[in-house]
């Protein structure tokens, strides 16, 4: 069936750079899309999200891009921290009545002081 | 300090018994979710309830059942009938279960057979 995937499943970044994490989506009916950051031996986190009527999303330090065509979603980090170290997955929404969600697997980042 | 609380956060199963997961959340939120997490896998949806008294089974619902009769109170029973329970389980809400509504974790039940 049509799933929600990762290109990579570790990263590794230098402190105070940036971060670019990436999935990729199968299914185009997929309009709302999310990321969430889960430390180890806890739930996830809300990080941000974005509607498909949108290609850019900011929130503080971040940054969601969606590109439809290719079925793409990335997540930026600027100046990398320690503290973001952690487990990031994408997560798509199918439109409808009931939110189906699809988890990714997730990329885990490895901060580098 | 509104959040979803899940206990125990360590739970131990013996063979052929039933044990169950709480889940609370104060967000005031309809709908509720149980998920279980494998090394290497996705989230996968185990039950979710749009609203009070109403539940669905969800992807692999086989050897759990849920009640909703609180809005705030979302419990999962692992039954003896789960042969593979060890696992971590998450639960989280939304305002609604419709599209654009992210949903809130909380911070999970590690399971696992004595």
């Known amino acids: 069936g049509e799933s929600v995937g990762l290109h990579l499943p570790t990263l590794s970044v230098q402190e105070g750079d940036n971060s670019i994490i990436n999935c990729a989506y199968s299914?185009?009916?997929?309009?709302?899309f999310i990321w969430y950051k889960q430390e180890s031996g806890k739930g996830p986190q809300f990080i941000i999200d974005?509607?498909?009527?949108?290609d850019k999303r900011q929130g503080q330090r971040v940054t969601v891009l969606l590109n439809k065509t290719v079925k793409h979603l990335s997540l930026q980090i600027a100046a990398t921290q320690p503290g973001d170290s952690a487990v990031y997955f994408c997560?798509?929404?199918?439109?409808?009545?009931?939110?189906?969600?699809?988890f990714g697997i997730g990329t885990k980042l490895q901060v580098i002081p | 300090d509104g959040g979803i609380t899940q206990s125990p956060k360590y739970l131990f199963r013996k063979e052929g018994q039933n044990v169950t997961l709480s889940c609370e959340q104060n967000?005031?939120?309809?709908?509720m979710y149980w998920y279980r997490q494998d090394p290497g896998q996705g989230l996968r949806l185990i039950y979710y309830s749009q609203i009070v008294n109403d539940f669905q089974k969800g992807d692999i619902a086989e050897g759990y059942s849920v009640s909703r009769e609180k809005k705030e109170s979302f419990p999962l029973t692992v039954t003896s009938a789960q042969k593979n329970p060890t696992a971590f389980y998450l639960c989280a809400s939304s305002i609604t279960a419709g599209v654009g509504q992210p949903q809130h974790f909380g911070d999970g039940t590690r399971l696992s057979i004595l």
């Open positions: 974005i509607r498909s009527n949108m």
């Open positions: 299914n185009s009916a997929s309009d709302y």
């Open positions: 967000l005031n939120h309809d709908a």
């Open positions: 997560a798509e929404n199918i439109g409808g009545g009931y939110q189906k969600v699809t």
